[in-house]
């Protein structure tokens, strides 16, 4: 089994700024693609970013610009730099990973999520 979690999420003003954070543990062998989905309520779940284990990167539009991701392939972490916040932004953050166990083929993980509340 494989084990994702977060943490860094919270109440922050339009404008602001959060980092949030995802460990992988358990029965890794090798993690393909690692990042960050989210879901506001009463919408389904989006991309925010997701990075490749050779670093190719992909964002939301909505993302560009204001979001930096990035990845310690050593340490099995994922981080999520947020910036220039809205109220738009507000929604629960799901680390994903697509992960191969040692005897397993790849398969993906979620975290538990994290709020993230955009409000003044």
């Known amino acids: 089994q494989v084990q994702l979690v977060e943490s860094g999420g919270g109440l922050v003003q339009p404008g602001g700024s959060l980092r949030l954070s995802c460990a992988a543990s358990?029965?890794?062998?090798?993690?393909?693609?690692m990042g960050w989905y989210r879901q506001a309520p009463g919408k389904q779940r989006e991309l925010v970013a997701t990075?490749?284990?050779?670093?190719?990167?992909n964002y939301a539009d909505s993302a560009q610009g204001r979001f930096l991701i990035s990845r310690d392939n050593a340490r099995k972490t994922v981080v999520l730099q947020m910036d220039s916040l809205r109220p738009e932004d507000t929604a629960v953050y799901y680390c994903?990973?697509?992960?191969?166990?040692?005897?397993?083929?790849?398969?993906?993980?979620w975290g538990q999520g994290t709020q993230v509340t955009v409000s003044s």
């Open positions: 990075t490749t284990k050779i670093g190719t990167i």
């Open positions: 358990g029965d890794i062998f090798s993690i393909n693609d």
């Open positions: 994903y990973a697509e992960v191969r166990g040692v005897a397993t083929m790849y398969r993906d993980y």
